[in-house]
């Protein structure tokens, strides 16, 4: 008797094995794929973004694809791992086509963009909200992940690119008014959505990483909340200098403007830079590693003893009282 594909085969086919060109993926015939051994540790993360919450109805399929997979590939970089495959799982309320191959676009560029081939993974239906589920795999050599833990008092914190344009990003999408002074910029608007829509990890900065850094994260829930539980794993405080935050050109003018404070843009998520520590001996090799990398980054000040939160300053040096430290689920 001729099997007949069903519509989940055929989905599989169209869309995602053109993808699996890994020979560990088997075409995506087989129930699981093989990562070859090696010296290296393996590195595990696992991120889902849902519709309504970490992105919107109408983003584009191509920038949900490229956000579900660049979250995790965020992940493996502030551990110090080189990407080295993903299972992806798809919760679709319908077989929309367009929309499909649209995704499959997106996801494939950067699969191949990052060097993290799809290794299989599950598509199912639902009556409620899409979801796009990732687990990635990364390498390190032995022994040399990077852990939210191992801060030291006196090492500088660290943090790349920019803080608060994906918040800004989404206000603009959800037609926020704080952000209606940027209405005659559209390059500015554009930037910020695209901020938000495609995070860009810092790949090219996990060797640095595991070479100096004492403890890192990446920020996805807000600096000011993801600070504090890094500072949390590693049992000790920071002092930082809220001036030092940085911002980029779009969001400086909104706040030169009064129409949106500091602490929404410490306190918001998505922004998928790299947070870590480092020792003072150590800042100016990591500077310039970054500099080879092309990726900015910044001194936001220090980790020092206690187990009290991380303190941000303001201009002063007083404490500011901040009414929100990151974005939570529950």
Partial sequence: ????????????????????????????????????ASGDDLVVNTDAIVEGVHYLPDDPPGTIARKALRVNLSDLAAKGAVPAGFLLTLVLRQKDEAWLAAFAAGLGEDAAAFGCPLLGGDTVSTPGPVMVSVTAWGRVPRGRMVHRFGARPGDRVMVTGTIGDAALGLRILTGKAETAALD??????????????????????????RDYATAAMDVSDGLAGDLTKLCAASSVSADIALSRVPTSSAAARLLAAGSVELETLISGGDDYEILCTVPAAQCEAFRAAAET????????????????????????GRPAALTRLSYSHF
């Fill in 184 to 209: 005659a910029d559209p390059a500015a608007r554009d930037m910020l959505i695209g901020r938000y829509r495609v995070p860009q990890p810092r790949c090219g900065l996990a060797a640095a990483v």
């Fill in 293 to 316: 990398a092309q990726v900015a980054l910044t001194d936001l000040g220090t980790i020092v003893e206690g187990a009290h939160p991380p303190r941000f300053l303001d201009g002063q």
């Fill in 1 to 36: 008797m001729i099997r007949t594909p069903s519509g989940e085969d055929s989905l599989i086919a169209r869309y995602f094995k053109p993808l699996a060109t890994d020979p560990g993926a088997f075409g995506l015939v087989d129930d699981a794929a093989i990562i070859p």
